[in-house]
């Protein structure tokens, strides 16, 4: 790849544009999965852009028991995703910003965003809202180790500290293509997937039951624009994390938009993969939640064993 | 216990009230106290103005109701729940109805925050708020409380609840109704009106044929009146088209508590098509006037037999395909066994019927035990179940699709074989100073209509217990030591009613 300065702004372009239009179209597209696997016909696949429409034409309502803190959940989380996404490639293009150590950068952003909204939803005072944020944040806790592992795992197998190099290596032939390690890792990391955007068989993002909720209860109290931030902020939060997944099984291509295309084209089979898991199983009681990231867990530390011996 | 002290009734059939003698209040207590020790179910327990106490006892082993009933001098007797924890609602009931006070009752909450009883003449009280009362608390500095309702995030009906929660854990639930209150009851004194029926089809709107069928047994009782043997036939597939409509869309809904969506998608639409089925013949969904004091508003022809029969065997093919995909899918399965566990000895210490009852193993099923309408030559094999959780009342619901559809198919190829009849006239007067007990085992279980006529034959009172009535406070039990989460999924698989029970 020639790094012209024409190329590295173009590229720049590209990815913003990308964090800025693409997310809301992940949400539809599993729904539109789910819908037709149970022989519905579904919500339009940008049903969640009309529903930003018109969030945004909203007023927001604040409960008299809330402070700064309220918006500050939904602002602060969307902001720290957005800084976070801008530090990972997309397929084998270059990370707009990218520099040693840059993954530890991530790793806390996304902390930072789930910080934000935990507080905001204790900022409620609801006896919900607590409830959701005490099993987001147990359940978090379990999902950060098996993120770690698969860091500590590639960064050992590249030599480096940097997302962008450690997930494209393995396109560019220096580790080998689908290892024992890699699988592993990407199998924790899709568990830790599932959980952290609130899907099947963690959470069910379409109940209407609050008492079995995880995150969809932390965000009962928002509308309108905010509320407008929180859905924007999901969806993109499966399009950084879904990077993770997927950039590391995409091979290296000669052009430039040939890597854009593929990295497009699995994105959107991964969003079909997650219809699908969602539409074949039921949701485990919350009590064996932790079973299941410890499965993640145990997953990416053994490739992070691997790789040490 | 005397043998004069509980009079033998049958299912349906009107006693003068002069053949059941006045009890004095001590001999009542016994009399109910005595029955129940020894395995009889208290039906009904209701007062009326005149401070008359009355009583329905089941002997669902032995296929016998029985009805007792005394006269309180003042406004308090001594109350049944602390030895008979089955009477503890129909207690709350009476304090609130009539201000009458059992007491030693536990706690006399309110039931469906109406305006308490006054006396004739007296300043009518204030009406109280609904869900204003004091609840159960546990105290202690990791407890919390967390409090559902009466507004849900889906478009369910009204209800509060109150969990008593240690983290995840739950204590204890307490569930306060009466949001839905209407006064269907006191609507139906001064009857029979023309009203009358709409007001018993509308006690519980996903329970109308029941509660319809129940209310013309009544009446037919009263008015001594005899059904024919084709308008009963047909009432019971009404009935049984009901109970297919509400089972199939049960496990449904279920099927998505669990985030299972192809069953929840598939039987969603198949709920549908079993409604249709119903709205096909009477013109409503739900089976509104399809029946009607006497007989049939609507008959079931020979032509109407020949297009319900195909659609009929259609549907019932898709839903056993939609809930086999339930029973094959081991997550779903895992769901169901590890939630919502009621105990047998629970379940009749607290009087349970229905589908919660027959799922913890025991045998009782109006249609069997107290047989009515069409049940006697045709009868239906109640469906048990033995762990008591979710997964035993989604089977009982599940074996009860095969006891229906079985029903359905013989009624309908005799009622193709005989001519329609015309509907039937106004029924004659109904005796006056009478009581007549009518049990019809709707799809929740028993529906129970009671009803006293006065000198001039109208009803004096008019008592509806619907089998949500019973099985709310199972909910609660079921709950304990589960965990919260659990809770929306043990709700659905009970699926009572909020308006069955706030009347």
Same mark, same amino acid.
């Given at each position: 790849m020639s790094h012209t300065l024409a190329s590295t702004l173009m590229n720049l372009l590209l990815h913003t544009l990308a964090v800025?239009?693409?997310?809301?179209?992940?949400?539809?597209?599993?729904?539109?999965?789910?819908?037709?696997?149970?022989?519905?016909?579904?919500?339009?696949?940008?049903?969640?852009?009309?529903?930003?429409?018109k969030l945004a034409r909203k007023q927001a309502v604040f409960s008299r028991t809330t402070s700064w803190v309220f918006l500050a959940g939904p602002v602060g989380t969307v902001a720290a995703l957005l800084v976070a996404s801008l530090l990972v490639p997309f397929g084998h293009t270059p990370a707009p910003v990218s520099f040693e150590g840059d993954v530890i950068l991530f790793a806390y952003l996304l902390g930072l965003a789930r910080f934000l909204t935990v507080l905001s939803a204790l900022d409620t005072g609801s006896a919900f809202e607590g409830m959701g944020a005490a099993r987001e944040v147990s359940f978090s806790a379990l999902a950060e180790p098996a993120l770690f592992f698969g860091f500590a795992a590639l960064a050992k197998a590249t030599g480096s500290l940097s997302l962008a190099p450690m997930l494209q290596a393995h396109g560019m032939g220096k580790v080998g293509h689908l290892s024992g390690p890699l699988i592993l890792i990407l199998a924790g990391w899709a568990i830790v997937y599932l959980a952290e955007n609130a899907r099947m068989p963690v959470d069910d993002p379409n109940t209407h039951l609050e008492l079995t909720m995880i995150h969809e209860v932390m965000v009962l109290d928002h509308s309108g624009r905010p509320f407008a931030l929180v859905l924007y902020g999901a969806s993109l939060k499966l399009v950084v994390l879904g990077a993770l997944l997927v950039d590391p099984l995409l091979p290296r291509l000669a052009q430039g938009w040939l890597n854009w295309l593929a990295f497009l084209a699995a994105l959107g089979l991964l969003a079909v993969v997650v219809g699908v898991v969602e539409s074949s199983t039921a949701r485990f009681r919350m009590t064996k939640v932790p079973q299941f990231l410890l499965a993640g867990v145990l997953a990416s530390a053994f490739a992070f064993l691997l790789l040490l011996v | 216990m005397s043998a004069q002290s509980l009079i033998p009734v049958k299912n349906g059939q009107a006693l003068p009230l002069a053949e059941i003698p006045e009890l004095s209040v001590a001999a009542f207590r016994e009399a109910i106290l005595e029955a129940v020790s020894l395995g009889q179910r208290l039906a009904c327990l209701c007062a009326d103005g005149q401070r008359r106490l009355f009583a329905v006892l089941a002997d669902d082993t032995g296929g016998q109701l029985h009805v007792t009933r005394t006269q309180l001098n003042e406004p308090r007797y001594q109350a049944l729940t602390p030895t008979c924890p089955q009477a503890h609602l129909f207690e709350r009931e009476l304090a609130e109805q009539y201000g009458i006070t059992p007491?030693?009752?536990?706690?006399?909450?309110?039931?469906?925050?109406?305006?308490?009883?006054?006396?004739?003449?007296?300043e009518p009280a204030p009406l109280p708020l609904p869900g204003v009362m004091d609840f159960y608390r546990v105290e202690g500095e990791e407890v919390h409380e967390v409090a559902v309702g009466p507004v849900h995030a889906g478009v369910i009906e009204p209800g509060h609840f109150r969990f008593q929660c240690h983290g995840e854990t739950v204590f204890h639930l307490e569930i306060a109704l009466g949001y839905q209150h209407r006064g269907v009851e006191q609507a139906l004194e001064g009857g029979p009106h023309p009203l009358s029926l709409k007001q018993a089809e509308t006690a519980a709107g996903d329970t109308s044929i029941a509660h319809a069928w129940a209310h013309c047994r009544t009446l037919e009782g009263l008015a001594g009146v005899t059904v024919s043997q084709r308008a009963d036939r047909v009432r019971g597939v009404a009935l049984e088209l009901e109970r297919m409509a509400n089972h199939v869309g049960d496990l449904g809904a279920l099927s998505g508590d669990v985030g299972f969506l192809p069953t929840a998608s598939f039987c969603g639409?198949?709920?549908?098509?079993?409604?249709?089925?119903?709205?096909e013949v009477c013109g409503n969904r739900l089976g509104r006037n399809w029946l009607r004091p006497g007989g049939l508003q609507q008959d079931l022809d020979g032509a109407m037999i020949a297009r319900l029969a195909p659609r009929m065997a259609q549907?019932?093919?898709?839903?056993?395909?939609?809930?086999?995909?339930?029973?094959g899918a081991a997550s779903v399965v895992i769901r169901f066994e590890g939630a919502g566990h009621l105990t047998p000895s629970q379940a009749r210490e607290i009087g349970a019927v229905g589908v919660p009852a027959r799922a913890c193993g025991i045998?009782?099923?109006?249609?069997?035990?107290?047989?009515?309408?069409?049940?006697?030559?045709h009868p239906v094999e109640p469906v048990l179940a033995e762990s008591g959780n979710v997964h035993s009342r989604a089977w009982v619901r599940w074996r009860e699709l095969f006891e229906s559809q079985r029903h359905l198919a013989g009624a309908f190829a005799e009622l193709a074989k005989s001519p329609s009849e015309?509907?039937?006239?106004?029924?004659?007067?109904?005796?006056?100073?009478?009581?007549?007990?009518?049990?019809?085992?709707?799809?929740?279980?028993?529906?129970?209509?009671?009803?006293?006529?006065?000198? !001039? !034959?109208?009803?004096?009172?008019?008592?509806?217990?619907?089998?949500?009535?019973?099985?709310?406070?199972?909910?609660?039990?079921?709950?304990?030591?589960?965990?919260?989460?659990?809770?929306?999924?043990?709700?659905?698989?009970?699926?009572?009613?909020?308006?069955?029970?706030?009347?």
């Open positions: 800025l239009v693409l997310p809301p179209l992940i949400p539809g597209l599993i729904a539109k999965v789910k819908a037709w696997l149970a022989g519905r016909s579904g919500p339009p696949v940008l049903q969640l852009y009309y529903d930003l429409a | 007491e030693g009752h536990p706690w006399l909450k309110p039931v469906r925050y109406q305006r308490p009883w006054t006396p004739v003449g007296a639409r198949l709920r549908g098509e079993w409604l249709n089925l119903t709205a549907a019932w093919v898709e839903t056993q395909d939609s809930v086999d995909l339930l029973w045998p009782m099923d109006v249609r069997q035990d107290h047989p009515f309408g069409p049940y006697g030559m015309p509907r039937p006239g106004p029924l004659p007067n109904l005796a006056s100073d009478s009581l007549c007990v009518a049990l019809v085992e709707g799809w929740r279980g028993e529906v129970l209509h009671l009803a006293i006529t006065d000198a !001039g !034959g109208r009803f004096s009172r008019y008592k509806i217990v619907d089998a949500s009535f019973h099985n709310w406070f199972g909910l609660a039990l079921a709950l304990r030591g589960e965990t919260i989460s659990d809770f929306p999924l043990c709700n659905k698989s009970f699926n009572l009613s909020y308006c069955g029970h706030d009347l």
